[in-house]
């Protein structure tokens, strides 16, 4: 009986880690994690965003993920039609009490098409290494020895957990852009908008951290967004959602950020971006809703969200935190073609 309570839980958190990958509620604030094609795609220099999530800390060990990603511009000359996106991306993600961990270091290239003035095409792609492991000193039914729980005891387990080497990782994805820029600083009609589709995991590479191996589902990515100043005033309405298929996983989220101007962008040179403060709600379908706060400053943007469950895990939220800088780019203002994207 007692075994059937180790084993239960382990079998349900191994198939959590081979069917589905890690995923971030701020999917604004995810880079390119989810689309190559967003590399380089920056209202400015260089991008850099730090991501942290941590969830089910209420039912069990916490699924954290860490997550660092960097992009720019690879060409600058306004003249030219077509630019290169270029960047670098790393997650590590701990999953509850068997931590299993999966490591994934990514490079990403992307082609950026200027189609006019207003509207930009970019395909990018992405590839890298990626590893899984498990720990392999967890408890077993045979350990216990009718009075408890002996660690002493050899659960004859131990050449089941194999040393997984780095596996190769292959990604694509198309992103269309289009963006209008303020007429004037004070004015706050700027309008943007971008829609886009990915799958990852082209190679399907396979899984081997017991003595049985499973091939990653490929992952659909469906995604888009938007930025509407509400003109003549110092508010905008930022909407979104996303999509994504694994499997027999799937998600889908849907909200928007009210937007408020606390600062304008400096007059001529764009150097100090303006500074402003967000509040939204998001859904993900069947599963939670989801407050943010983001607060926008000397170039910085941060974002706070929670998880907060509706489903049959209640209480087994999630907390989330993103940091992003980008570095911007002199005598800019009014002219980009990628502005206030989230």
Known sequence: MMKNFVIIPLLFIGIIGFSQDIHFSQFMNSSFLYNPGNTGLINGEHRILLNYRSQWGSIAN?????????DTKAFKKETNKARMGIGLGAFKDVAGDTEFGTTSILLSSSAMLKLDEFHTLSVGLQG?????????????????DGVG???????????????????????????WNYGTSDATIMT???????????VNH?????????????????RFTVHGKSFIGIKSTGYAVIPGFMWQKQGPSSEFVVGTYF??????????TGIFKESAVSFGLFYR???????KLGLEIFNFNLGVSYDVTTSALSGAGGLEVSLQY????????GKGTSPKMY
């Open 62 to 70: 916490p699924y954290t993920t860490y997550a660092f990603t960097y």
């Open 128 to 144: 890298g290494i990626m590893q899984n492991s498990i720990n392999s000193n967890m408890r077993w039914g045979n350990q216990y």
């Open 149 to 175: 729980y002996d660690a002493a005891i050899p659960s004859g387990e131990e050449t089941t957990f194999n040393s997984n080497p780095f596996v190769g990782d292959f990604n694509a994805g198309m992103v």
């Open 188 to 198: 706050n009609d700027l309008f943007s908008a971008q829609a886009g589709i990915s």
């Open 202 to 218: 082209l190679s399907r590479q396979r899984i081997k951290i017991t003595n049985y191996d499973e091939s990653i589902y490929n």
């Open 259 to 268: 937007r408020t101007k606390l600062k304008n962008e400096s007059r001529y």
């Open 285 to 291: 379908y069947g599963d939670a809703l989801i407050p």
């Open 326 to 333: 980008i570095v911007p780019v002199e005598l800019r203002y």
